[in-house]
Nanobody, 117 residues
Framework: QVQLVESGGGLVQPGGSLRLSCAAS????????MGWYRQAPGNPRELVAG???????NYADSVKGRFTLSRDNAKSTVYLQMNSLKPEDTAVYYC???????????WGQGTQVTVSS
């Protein structure tokens, strides 16, 4: 079945950096829009950043200028480079793949990001 496997989460101090990766399998990766969402305790899941199949990116206002989303279609992987991390970035981060020939919607299992001193 389709798999989205996230990695790269962890504990980092404020001002630090992390890079999240999401490797997809069993989908036509290049045909899917990809995104990262996050959910903090007690909050709804929110979009952090998205990238279309054509490479157009969009970001939540709260992360603009700090986070960069990119994709490598040859590796079926998306990367979220997170710089200048703040405590309010603490959340479980989920990878999402949407689109393809059947207009599918897939989610990864999530990876924890904790920003704390």
């Amino acid at each position: 079945q389709v798999q989205l496997v996230e990695s790269g989460g962890g504990l980092v101090q404020p001002g630090g950096s992390l890079r999240l990766s999401c490797a997809a399998s069993r989908i036509i990766f290049s045909m899917h829009d990809m995104g990262w969402y996050r959910q903090a305790p007690g909050n709804p899941r929110e979009l952090v950043a998205g990238i279309t199949s054509g490479g157009i990116t969009n970001y939540a206002d709260s992360v603009k200028g700090r986070f960069t989303l990119s994709r490598d279609n040859a590796k079926s992987t998306v990367y979220l480079q997170m710089n200048s991390l703040k405590p309010e970035d603490t959340a479980v981060y989920y990878c999402n793949a949407r689109g393809g020939p059947f207009q599918s919607n897939y989610w990864g299992q999530g990876t924890q990001v904790t920003v704390s001193s």
